[in-house]
Structures are given as structure tokens and as C-alpha cells.
């Protein structure tokens, strides 16, 4: 609360998001309250190693200061409305509701040790509440866009599961046992590089050692192709992994589920992430899924790998079956999966098949909070989901790894 200098009258001003603040501005937003620098450290340390919920729990500092940032700060979070684990057990999805009511998605997926011998705790996060971009087999797609999440929303989903998994750690098959987030995929409801600044924000925090010091190879962003966006992010000096979410190998296939083409054609994505890659000297991964009778022919594959043939040494292609039906969709057989697969690899492009987490509890971005904000029960199939009128969503993109 401040008062005004003429009258002395109290103004409300909103409680400052101590989430959104990079190491810098924590800083400098103590000095401008007379607080000493270290002070900074002692908070960061609260909220990135002690992983505390409120100031209260952040017992290295006074007193006397614990109260004055609970009066003029927050590091509370969007609060939980619903929660579902696939029967698996390895991925949990929860729907989270932000401070003024808006509803957003994040999932954990946990994976068994790869062939580097560590587990892995992986956390998905939105971006934003809705998306403008209206992909046709995404939930988040349909609802329109509402508005930008702020830097600090999207820290706090990743530090939501943090605490999770520092209460509760999860022991891999294997018996390790993994108590932390390990990487972070900005694939959840929401374009990333539409809200530029502050996904760039929540990237630094996420990725500054005093932040929650994760590797930037740890964290992938996920776009449509929005080329202003993927050039900008060529110019930072942060190497995160980007991922095109490719889906079709020709402009007018992709146009049929993705009106993003029209204003980004493929080629002028691809020039983007050619960019990309020479100025930051990391990979590329294309997420392609597979539509049974759409686009997994042997024609297809071989378009995608003449496409993608510039990019042949630094590109992967991601395939993912689609998880769904609803709108007649249906995932593409094993053996057509495998004429796909080596269709790519004749033409020299790296591949892989990423297995759906979580299709029991519908994980894909924007189902979870479609059927809250239409208070639609829980189908019996969690594949389909009805839409105010009754009507069956196509709802396919499953959440998945993209490493
Ligand atoms: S797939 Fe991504 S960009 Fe497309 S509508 Fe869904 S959230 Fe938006």
C-alpha cells in the first residue's frame, strides 16, 4: 500500500510478482525499498532452492522484513482447480487457476533412465491463456485467444511441480530416485513467441543460476513457425532447444490444419530455422503427426525429406501417432509407421517416434481445461471430449518429449 505525496490518501497497488523478477530487477526493486543486496540472494535462494510457497517459510530472513514483502509482494502462484495422473504414473497433469480466475494447463512426465543412465522429470507449461492460432486439432485452438500469461505465471507452473517433486520424489524403475525438475518444455495452451518478452523473461529466471539454474539445453520452446519470433530468438544469447511444429510437408496440406501457413509459409519457417541454427549451433526438431490416411504415406515421407534436406545434419523429425479420433482422426498402423520412418531415413533424415504420455487423462494442450470451462463430466473415453453443443473436439496433439 503507498500513499500519495499531495494527499496522503491510500492507493492500492497490486502486489509486485517476485516470479517474474530476473535476478537483476529482484535487485534492483530491493534497493529502491532500501533493502541490501543481499538480501536478493536470500530471497532467490527462498524461492529457488528452498523452493518456498510464501515468505513466511523463508526463515533466513527477519521477521520484520518477511512481513514487509508479504504486504508489498507475492510468490504465490496460480492455485490448483483439478488434478489427474495417467494410470501410468509417470504423468500428471494439472489445471491451475491464476490469480484473476483464467484457467491454464501444466503436465509432469517422468521418464525411466535413457541411455545417458538418468531419469528424467520433464514439465510442460502454457504460455498463454488461449492461443490466436487456431491449429485445428488443438483444444487451446478452438478457444480463441484470451491473453498473455506474465513472466511470472509461467515460472510458477514449473515451480508448482518442483515442490511436488521435492515433497515427493519419484523413484524411477531403475531405483533412482529424482527430486527435482530436470527439463522444461514450453509446449502447453498458448504460442510462445507471440508473447515474446515474457516467455523470454521466464526462460532467463528459469535457466540463471540463481534462478532454478536449469541448463538451457534443458529447455525447449515449441512454436508453429512465427519467423520474427525464431529470428529474434537466433539473436539471444541463450541456447534453447527449438521445435517446429511442422505437421504436413507441403503449404497447402499444412493449411488445412494450420491457418498460421498462410502469413509463414514453410519455406520462409525453414530459412528461420536455418538461421536458428548457425547462429546458435543447436539442432532443430520438427514435430510431426502422423494422421492415418492424411499425411503418412511414403509420398509424404519423401516430401518432408526433400523438404527438409538443407537442414539434413541439423534437424530431427519428432513423429508422434496422433492420440485421438474424434474428428476422424485415427493414429496410422505400425507398419505404416515404419515405411514413414524409413522412407526419412533413406532420404538422411535423423528420426524418431515418440510414444503419448498421459492419453488417459487427455494430455494434450487445452482438453483438461476444455472440460472445465464447460463443466463437461469426465467421458468414460478421455479421448473425446464434447464441446458446448455436444459435439465431438478433435483434441490429438499429445504432450510429448521432444528430446
Ligand atoms: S497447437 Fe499451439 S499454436 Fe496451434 S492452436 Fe494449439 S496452442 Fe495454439
Known amino acids: 500500500m503507498l500513499s500519495t505525496p499531495a494527499t496522503g490518501a491510500a492507493i492500492d497497488v497490486a502486489p509486485t510478482d517476485l516470479l517474474g523478477l530476473e535476478p537483476g530487477d529482484l535487485r534492483a526493486w530491493l534497493a529502491a525499498r532500501g533493502e541490501q543486496p543481499f538480501r536478493a540472494r536470500q530471497i532467490l535462494d527462498g524461492i529457488y532452492r528452498q523452493l518456498a510457497a510464501d515468505f513466511e ?14 504486504a508489498d509482494a507475492t510468490i504465490a ?10 494410470r501410468d504414473g509417470r504423468t500428471r497433469k494439472v489445471l491451475l487457476a491464476l490469480a484473476d480466475g483464467r484457467l491454464i494447463e501444466a503436465v509432469l512426465m517422468l521418464y525411466p533412465a535413457g541411455p545417458d543412465g538418468r531419469a528424467r522429470a520433464s514439465v510442460c507449461i502454457s504460455t498463454q491463456a488461449g492461443c490466436a492460432y487456431g491449429c485445428t486439432f488443438c483444444a487451446t485452438g478452438q478457444m480463441g485467444f484470451d491473453r498473455h500469461l506474465t513472466a511470472g505465471e509461467i515460472v510458477a507452473q514449473v515451480l508448482y511441480f518442483a515442490r511436488e517433486l521435492r515433497a515427493q520424489p519419484w523413484t524411477a524403475p531403475d531405483g533412482q530416485a529424482l527430486d527435482h525438475v530436470t527439463n522444461v518444455v ?52 541463450l541456447q534453447i532447444n527449438l521445435a517446429i511444429s511442422l505437421h504436413a510437408p507441403t503449404d497447402a496440406m499444412r493449411l488445412r490444419t494450420m491457418p ?6 514453410i519455406a520462409a519457417v525453414l530459412e528461420a530455422c536455418q538461421t536458428y541454427v548457425a547462429r546458435t549451433n543447436r539442432q532443430v526438431t520438427f514435430e510431426y503427426v502422423l494422421l492415418a490416411g492424411e499425411n503418412d504415406a511414403p509420398e509424404h515421407a519423401r516430401a518432408l525429406a526433400a523438404l527438409l ?26 507398419e505404416a509407421i515404419r515405411r514413414f520412418r524409413d522412407e526419412l531415413r533413406r532420404g538422411g533424415i535423423g528420426n524418431s517416434v515418440r510414444a503419448e504420455r498421459g492419453d488417459d487423462i487427455a494430455a494434450a494442450c487445452g482438453q483438461l481445461h476444455t472440460r472445465e470451462g464447460r463443466t463437461v463430466p469426465l467421458p468414460d473415453s478421455p479421448r473425446r471430449i464434447a464441446d ?14 521432444p528430446e
Do not use: C, F, W
Not at 77 to 86: F, I, K, Q, V, Y
Not at 260 to 265: D, I, M, N
Not at 388 to 401: E, F, K, Q
Open 57 to 70: 517459510a523463508m526463515t533466513n530472513l527477519p521477521r520484520p522484513l518477511r512481513a514487509r514483502l508479504a
Open 77 to 86: 502462484g496460480p492455485t490448483l482447480r483439478r488434478e489427474l495422473a495417467a
Open 186 to 237: 514450453l509446449m502447453g495452451m498458448g504460442e510462445p513467441l507471440h508473447n515474446y518478452d515474457n516467455v523470454l523473461r521466464a526462460v532467463r529466471i528459469l535457466n540463471a543460476p540463481e534462478g532454478l539454474g536449469l541448463g538451457a539445453r534443458h529447455i525447449t520452446l515449441s512454436t508453429v513457425g512465427l519467423v520474427p519470433g525464431i529470428l529474434r530468438l537466433a539473436g539471444e544469447p
Open 260 to 265: 498460421v501457413t498462410r502469413k509463414y509459409p
Open 309 to 334: 534436406a538443407p537442414l539434413r545434419q541439423l534437424g530431427h523429425v519428432n513423429l508422434i501417432p496422433v492420440n485421438a479420433t474424434a474428428a476422424g482422426y485415427r493414429p496410422p498402423s505400425g
Open 388 to 401: 458446448a453443443s455436444g459435439a465431438a473436439l478433435d483434441l490429438v496433439v499429445p504432450m510429448v518429449d
